[in-house]
């Protein structure tokens, strides 16, 4: 389980078909102030997916090894409700590194490993 770099969301990543999967597990404000619901995907442009629950949402995409510690394919923002390309990788014993792309436009955050 990795907390992420803003310290607002812990995600279970574990391996599933050839590569890795991505889960919110937790929300350091799991109620949206708006409803008094917990937080919903709200931010999604698909109505269909749009009322899921953020806590238990996929994140990660068609991740397969890149090489060495190293996974490829898509990651989704609930903060924006878009997919985006992506690697991630080992950066040590306790640090994810997740990148995301939009054309040449790359940003990315560490995660750390989460306390058990």
């Known amino acids: ?11 279970r990543v574990s391996k599933c078909g050839g590569g890795i999967c991505g889960v919110v597990v937790w929300l350091r404000d799991p109620i949206d102030p708006a409803t008094g619901k ?3 995907d709200d931010k999604n442009l698909n109505p269909a997916l749009a009322r899921r629950p953020i806590i238990g ?4 995409s068609g991740m397969h090894p890149a ?9 989704y923002n609930a903060d924006n409700g878009n997919s985006y390309a992506s690697n ?10 997740v990148e995301g ?4 436009l790359c940003g ?4 750390s490993r989460a306390g058990r």
């Open 38 to 40: 917990p937080q919903v």
């Open 108 to 111: 990315g955050e560490t995660w």
């Open 1 to 11: 389980v990795w907390l992420t770099q803003a310290g607002d969301a812990k995600v």
């Open 67 to 75: 090489g060495p510690n190293k996974w490829s394919g898509q990651i």
């Open 57 to 60: 949402l996929p994140l990660f």
């Open 88 to 97: 991630i990788s080992v950066a040590g014993p306790d640090s994810l590194r």
């Open 101 to 104: 792309c939009v054309g040449a």
